[in-house]
């Protein structure tokens, strides 16, 4: 029998915290201490710089200096920061209704769904508004296993598809070390990168050897219950690998043979990034289900699971549970909406388009000067840089990429790398679609000085 414990003496100091804006003003050095002591650290270290502001394509630090932020946030703020019509949506959803009763909807959650499904294809016009990208492929794979029956899921070598159970067993680029048994019956294809083919067999040119022979490994394990084939249009997390022509095609016409659904997660790509509004507008299909989160929200938590009438009308009837505190939540829906207007007002895909094509001329001529660039790819405004320590032997170079991408932040540019085991160091470049040339001339300016000051 363990000891009671004695009331009268509290178990926390919360009576005497002083909590007032004043005993909370800290310098910085006192800001870090706080960090080490109080914060979780949930990915590696932070970032060594305490962002007060943040406009357009700038951040701003807490001594005012200015970061030109090449990955749009954690890839979320394609208008830039702060966009003067998502601050105005939240002020109006603060004086409206900011939170409700889960299965209660507001008219900003109706007027979503409308705009949003007047932009998708017939096959796509039920959607389910939540948070997080983790949480619409969670949702996307539980309705495609209530719909098939089956429970099955195929994903790509490189792919990230989130943090929850579902969405995280069917990512298979890093987080799986550590954690115990994903949920059974996740299967992987190999990514088609043809900078590291994964079956040794191409260079520089995918011909689609690693998917038949990866369709052939994942039927073979199968046990026969197919629920889905989730896919990111471009595999970001994973280097930015983007997929050879027919790919999907192939992958749609897999999934219709064995009665499974197509989930694809444009959580990154939809909504102008690449070049058109969405991804699978320049794949030529349209998938069972499309996710989307982080380019909805503009960077506000919004995400959306669309699917087709007929797998709505099924799930529903076979009594489909999806049921979070925030979902249809009204104040991100009026973010939503805000960012469609937006989109919709200037033509932000076109721009990315043009935007991409000056961005990846840029890297191209650094990469004429750069030994230790070896590889520049990606489409629209999500472009992939692969650093190596040889060109020929493509021997990836974590450490160069490291102090480059350091060396960035101190002058002043805010880059993303990936150094996955097997998979090279990639910065993914990803400014928000209004980013301006003067700005792009400036990331590259900085990068350039960069790459040289580590040489
Ligand atoms: C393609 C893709 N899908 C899903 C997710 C997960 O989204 P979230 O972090 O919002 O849960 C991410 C996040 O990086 C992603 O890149």
Same mark, same amino acid.
């Given at each position: 029998?363990?000891?009671?414990h004695?009331?009268?003496?509290?178990?926390t100091p919360a009576?005497?915290?002083?909590?007032?804006?004043a005993?909370?003003v800290?310098s910085?050095?006192?800001m870090w201490d706080i960090?080490?002591h109080?914060?979780?650290?949930?990915g590696?270290?932070f970032?060594?710089?305490?962002?007060?502001r943040?406009?357009g394509?700038?951040l701003?630090?807490?001594q005012?200096r200015?970061?030109l932020?090449f990955?749009?946030?954690q890839m979320?703020a394609?208008l830039?920061?702060?966009?003067?019509d998502?601050?105005q949506a939240?002020?109006?959803?603060?004086?409206?209704?900011?939170?409700l009763f889960?299965?209660?909807?507001s008219?900003t959650?109706?007027?979503l769904a409308?705009?949003l499904?007047?932009?998708?294809p017939?096959?796509l016009q039920?959607a389910?508004?939540?948070n997080?990208?983790?949480e619409?492929?969670?949702?996307?794979?539980?309705?495609a296993?209530?719909?098939t029956g089956?429970?099955?899921?195929v994903?790509?070598?490189?792919?990230?598809h989130g943090?929850t159970a579902?969405?995280?067993?069917?990512t298979?680029?890093?987080?799986?070390?550590?954690y115990?048994?994903?949920?059974?019956?996740n299967?992987?294809?190999p990514t088609?990168?043809?900078y590291?083919c994964?079956?040794?067999h191409c260079?520089?040119q995918?011909d689609?050897t690693?998917?038949?022979?990866g369709?052939?490994?994942?039927?073979?394990q199968?046990?026969g219950?197919?629920?889905?084939l989730?896919?990111?249009?471009?595999?970001?997390?994973?280097?930015v690998?983007v997929?050879?022509e %027919?790919?999907f095609?192939?992958?749609q =016409?897999?999934? /219709?043979?064995?009665?499974m659904?197509? @989930? #694809?997660?444009?959580?990154? &790509?939809?909504f %102008?990034?690449?070049?058109?509004?969405? =991804?699978?507008e /320049?794949?030529?299909l349209?998938?069972? @289900? #499309?996710?989307?989160?982080? &380019?909805?929200? %503009?960077?506000l938590p919004?995400?959306a699971t669309?699917?087709s009438?007929?797998?709505e009308?099924?799930?529903?009837?076979?009594g489909?549970i999806?049921?979070?505190s925030h979902?249809?939540?009204?104040?991100?829906?009026?973010?939503?909406?805000?960012v469609?207007?937006v989109?919709?007002g200037?033509?932000?895909?076109e721009?990315?388009?043009t935007?991409?094509a000056?961005?990846?001329?840029?890297?191209?001529?650094l990469?004429?000067?750069y030994?230790?660039i070896?590889?520049?790819r990606g489409r629209?405004?999500?472009?992939g840089?692969?650093?190596?320590?040889d060109r020929?032997?493509?021997?990836?170079?974590?450490?160069k990429?490291a102090?480059i991408?350091?060396r960035c932040l101190k002058l002043g540019?805010?880059?993303?790398?990936?150094?996955?085991?097997?998979?090279?160091?990639?910065?993914?470049?990803?400014?928000?679609?209004?980013?301006t040339?003067?700005e792009?001339?400036e990331?590259?300016?900085i990068?350039d000085?960069?790459i040289r000051?580590?040489?």
């Amino acid at each position: 029998m363990p000891d009671t414990h004695d009331v009268s003496t509290p178990l926390t100091p919360a009576a005497s915290a002083d909590l007032t804006p004043a005993a909370n003003v800290s310098s910085d050095e006192e800001m870090w201490d706080i960090v080490d002591h109080h914060l979780v650290r949930y990915g590696g270290s932070f970032a060594p710089r305490l962002i007060e502001r943040a406009r357009g394509s700038y951040l701003y630090d807490r001594q005012g200096r200015k970061i030109l932020d090449f990955t749009s946030g954690q890839m979320c703020a394609t208008l830039g920061h702060n966009h003067p019509d998502v601050v105005q949506a939240i002020h109006k959803a603060c004086e409206d209704v900011l939170h409700l009763f889960s299965g209660m909807l507001s008219p900003t959650v109706v007027e979503l769904a409308d705009s949003l499904c007047q932009l998708l294809p017939p096959a796509l016009q039920k959607a389910l508004f939540l948070n997080t990208g983790s949480e619409a492929n969670e949702a996307a794979l539980r309705m495609a296993k209530l719909h098939t029956g089956g429970f099955e899921v195929v994903g790509l070598s490189a792919s990230w598809h989130g943090m929850t159970a579902g969405a995280s067993a069917s990512t298979f680029v890093s987080a799986r070390k550590g954690y115990g048994p994903t949920m059974p019956g996740n299967l992987a294809l190999p990514t088609p990168n043809c900078y590291r083919c994964p079956i040794r067999h191409c260079q520089d040119q995918c011909d689609m050897t690693c998917l038949e022979v990866g369709l052939d490994l994942v039927d073979s394990q199968s046990v026969g219950a197919y629920a889905a084939l989730i896919v990111e249009p471009v595999l970001s997390a994973g280097g930015v690998v983007v997929p050879p022509e %027919g790919y999907f095609q192939r992958l749609q =016409a897999y999934c /219709q043979e064995r009665g499974m659904l197509l @989930i #694809l997660d444009e959580a990154q &790509t939809a909504f %102008g990034r690449l070049g058109s509004f969405f =991804a699978f507008e /320049q794949l030529g299909l349209v998938p069972d @289900i #499309l996710t989307l989160s982080k &380019t909805l929200g %503009g960077g506000l938590p919004l995400a959306a699971t669309v699917t087709s009438e007929a797998i709505e009308v099924d799930c529903y009837e076979k009594g489909f549970i999806y049921y979070t505190s925030h979902v249809s939540d009204p104040m991100p829906a009026a973010v939503g909406l805000a960012v469609l207007r937006v989109l919709a007002g200037q033509n932000l895909a076109e721009q990315a388009t043009t935007m991409g094509a000056y961005l990846k001329d840029g890297l191209l001529k650094l990469k004429d000067r750069y030994e230790a660039i070896g590889d520049v790819r990606g489409r629209g405004l999500l472009l992939g840089v692969e650093l190596v320590k040889d060109r020929t032997t493509r021997e990836p170079d974590p450490e160069k990429g490291a102090a480059i991408t350091r060396r960035c932040l101190k002058l002043g540019l805010s880059m993303n790398i990936t150094a996955l085991p097997g998979m090279g160091s990639v910065w993914r470049i990803a400014p928000p679609l209004t980013v301006t040339y003067e700005e792009l001339d400036e990331g590259l300016a900085i990068l350039d000085q960069a790459i040289r000051d580590c040489q």
